[in-house]
């Protein structure tokens, strides 16, 4: 089972920038696909991006295409997420995970992963 650590939220203004960071225990994550995802209040879960294992592609959704850049070390254990010019409609909780693309293209988290407590990320105007 992967447990996911999330860390590096905050509060900031908009056009501000954060970095948030996932790291794991219990497994390595060196080859695996992870993802980033996020929760505001009142909203379901959503996707924010991926890195592939081999750190060599990158996905993101519409709403952060642009400002966020995730990245891996290069012992691939810890996984980035560079957001710069955050807006108010930023503000959730972050999550990372081990992430798989299912047929229908969709990313999703594994059943092996666990979510972790998340990062509390808060742009204020």
């Known amino acids: 089972q992967v447990q996911p650590v999330e860390s590096g939220g905050g509060s900031v203004q908009a056009g501000g920038s954060l970095r948030l960071s996932c790291a794991t225990s219990?497994?390595?994550?060196?080859?695996?696909?992870m993802g980033w995802f996020r929760q505001a209040p009142g909203k379901e879960r959503e996707f924010v991006g991926t890195?592939?294992?081999?750190?060599?592609?990158?996905y993101y959704s519409d709403s952060v295409k642009g400002r966020f850049t995730i990245s891996r070390d290069s012992a691939k254990i810890t996984v980035y997420l560079q957001m710069n010019d955050l807006k108010p409609e930023d503000t959730a909780v972050y999550y990372c995970?081990?992430?798989?693309?299912?047929?229908?293209?969709?990313?999703?988290?594994?059943?092996?992963?666990?979510w972790g407590l998340g990062t509390q990320v808060t742009v204020s105007s």
């Open positions: 995970a081990v992430v798989f693309r299912d047929a229908q293209g969709v990313w999703r988290k594994t059943v092996n992963t666990s």
């Open positions: 890195i592939t294992g081999s750190g060599l592609s990158t």
């Open positions: 219990g497994r390595t994550i060196s080859n695996y696909n």
